[in-house]
């Protein structure tokens, strides 16, 4: 390998070089969402040159890494690590698929693994909008542009061998080196790594359901009353449409009481921009960014900070940026009397999902909100114990859902604050009791098929163990 | 109430069911739905209960369910049998 020009005539070559063999471990990352093409055409790769028995370990598997399934039939994938697991290949996996257990981990409890070498990556292969020839990258630059390349970068760091893989090939050097030359054995130029049209999926605008206005202005009355709402305030919120509109509200109260924030973090989206921009916050903080906005303004400014999911959430750290949170706004699919929280499977058992940063930031801020509508297509949100722990109930302190709020049982100074303040605020069982009196006691068939994947905590624990659906 | 043509009520959209009912010789209830583990007798026992209180006895009703509350079942289902039991044009 020449030094100074790290260029592979193909990607065939490029894993060559790397020296794969069966039976190792490659990584991926997703920040082009459902967007990506390097996953699927790496291990279409792998397949050629007929390497077997790889474990895939990916930040996240989207829907549009659905291939994976033929590569697993095929023999070519016999394992999966990852932090998030889109319902179309996590269907399969509750079905039985994969003989090994699948591995979910965190945001930051996957480079915590890599940390503690509890994980070990053979070879990385790292999608980069721009790279130079000796693989100094970026995820800003370029027309495939995605914007922070956090979750790869301690892949660049750990793993044996990195390949970059990019549809941008820049002069030496970069301006920007996300991921630095230090790191990278390979650089492989092809047609296109992805479509970062898709890198929005989903709601990415401020809700216009009531049910979600409502949760959402709870929400923001219960922060304002939670004496958390001050200058210096750091916040964090997804991506959905009531989440955006808790990020709105917040921002209105911000706005009239002339607060100004550190910093918002996570996955950042145009709303956070707009806040930013506004100066409502000093700094933004990311470690993927969720839409084109987002993708804009962390290229154009510099108090737009990207990190990587080590600097994020790694408990393996000395410190890390969930560790400064005051108040985090998270989803959940269950939750249950304990407070353990759900974000894996649905309702039937069947994988659906991750935990992405969510048991990250719950453990690290202050305050750690779950706002979800307490009935789905008549599920209650509230179980007698979720079908599976993605967030220990220890970390989570308050639940708002359209009918009221409830506090853990353990924020008793929370509790009195939000009863003061005049919400309508209930215990759990009380908001359990009315859900079920809505809809019906729900039949519950817990999963008995052998086990499928394990939930393992950020700090490196077994969380739970997710079973086959024998349905 | 003797069903005379074949009839529809409700939306594919969540929370609601659409129930299409039509004559037959025998009474046949299919049930499809994304909360049948959870809620299929519960379902069940609402559609023969409105079934009942219509004199309903025979009859193909068909449930395509998207996570509908008891209430909504019975009122689309209602519906359904009511337009069933008309002439076709007859309803305002």
């Keep these: 390998m020449k030094r100074d020009n790290k260029v592979m005539p193909s990607l065939a070559e490029a894993i060559r070089q790397t020296g794969l063999r069966d039976g190792m471990t490659v990584s991926f990352h997703h920040h082009l969402r459902d967007g990506d093409a390097v996953l699927n055409l790496v291990l279409a790769e792998c397949e050629k040159l007929g390497v077997r028995d790889l474990t895939v370990n990916a930040s996240a598997l989207m ?43 965190s945001h930051g409890g ?15 292969f790292i999608a980069a909008s721009t790279s130079d020839r000796a693989g100094n990258c970026n995820g800003r630059d370029g027309r495939t542009a995605f914007g922070s390349i956090g979750y790869a970068m301690p892949d660049a760091e750990h793993a044996d061998n990195v390949v970059v893989v990019t549809d941008h090939l820049a002069p030496y050097p970069v301006s920007v080196a996300s991921i630095d030359e230090r790191y990278v054995d390979a650089v492989v130029v092809i047609d296109s790594i992805g479509d970062p049209d898709k890198i929005m999926s989903g709601t990415t605008r401020v809700t216009r359901d009531p049910i979600g206005l409502l949760i959402a202005d709870y ?103 969930v560790d400064h949170l005051d108040i985090v706004i998270l989803g959940a699919t269950e939750i249950d009397s304990q407070f353990n929280v759900n974000v894996h499977t649905d309702s039937n058992g069947f994988i659906m999902g991750g935990s992405g940063g969510h048991s990250d930031t719950a453990a690290g801020a202050k305050l750690s909100v779950i706002v979800a509508p307490l009935i789905r297509a008549r599920l209650p949100l509230i179980v007698d114990r979720v079908g599976t722990i993605s967030t220990p ?13 409830a506090c853990n049982p353990e924020k008793t100074e929370l509790d009195y604050r939000l009863r003061s303040a005049g919400l309508p605020v209930f215990t759990i069982e009380e908001l359990h009791e009315r859900a079920v009196g809505i809809t019906g006691v729900p039949g519950r068939h817990p999963s008995q098929g052998r086990p499928v994947a394990r939930v393992v905590s950020r700090d490196g624990d077994l969380l739970d163990i997710i079973r086959a659906v024998n349905r | 109430m003797e069903l005379i043509r074949k009839a529809k009520s409700g939306t594919l959209e969540s929370s609601d069911v659409l129930v299409t009912v039509e ?31 219509f004199s309903v006895r025979t009859g193909k009703i068909e449930l395509a369910d998207q ?23 007859g309803e305002k």
Aim: with cysteine; net charge negative; proline share 3%.
């Design chain 2, 23 to 53: 004559p037959a010789g025998e009474l046949i209830i299919t049930l499809d739905s994304p909360v049948k583990e959870q809620f299929a007798c519960a379902i069940l026992e609402t559609v023969r209960g409105v079934l009942e209180d």
């Design chain 1, 63 to 105: 829907a549009c890494h659905h291939p994976i399934v033929d590569f697993i039939r095929k023999g070519t994938v016999t394992g999966i690590e990852c932090n998030y697991m889109h319902p179309v290949v996590g269907h399969e996996i509750s079905k039985g698929l994969l003989a090994r257990e699948v591995i979910f981990r």
């Design chain 1, 110 to 124: 996957r480079p915590a693994a890599l940390e503690r070498k509890e994980a070990h990556i053979d070879v990385a």
């Design chain 1, 393 to 405: 109930g220890k970390d989570v302190d308050l639940l708002v859902t359209q009918y009221g709020l």
């Design chain 1, 219 to 321: 929400t923001a009355r219960a922060l304002s009353a939670s004496g958390l709402l001050e200058d210096g305030l750091s916040f964090q919120t997804g991506a959905g449409g009531t989440s955006l509109a808790v990020a709105s509200f917040i921002g209105e109260i911000m706005r009239g009481r002339g607060i100004r924030g550190s910093f918002a973090s996570g996955g950042i989206t145009g709303m956070l921009v707009d806040l930013f921009q506004e100066g409502l916050f000093e700094t933004l903080i990311d470690v993927q960014c969720f839409d084109r906005d987002a993708v804009r303004s962390i290229r154009d400014n510099e108090k737009h900070r990207e990190i990587s999911a080590s600097t994020y959430a790694s408990p393996a750290v000395k410190s890390s940026v």
């Design chain 2, 67 to 89: 996570g509908a509350l008891d209430c909504t079942i019975r009122a689309r289902l209602t519906t359904a049998l009511k337009r069933a039991s008309q002439p076709a044009g």
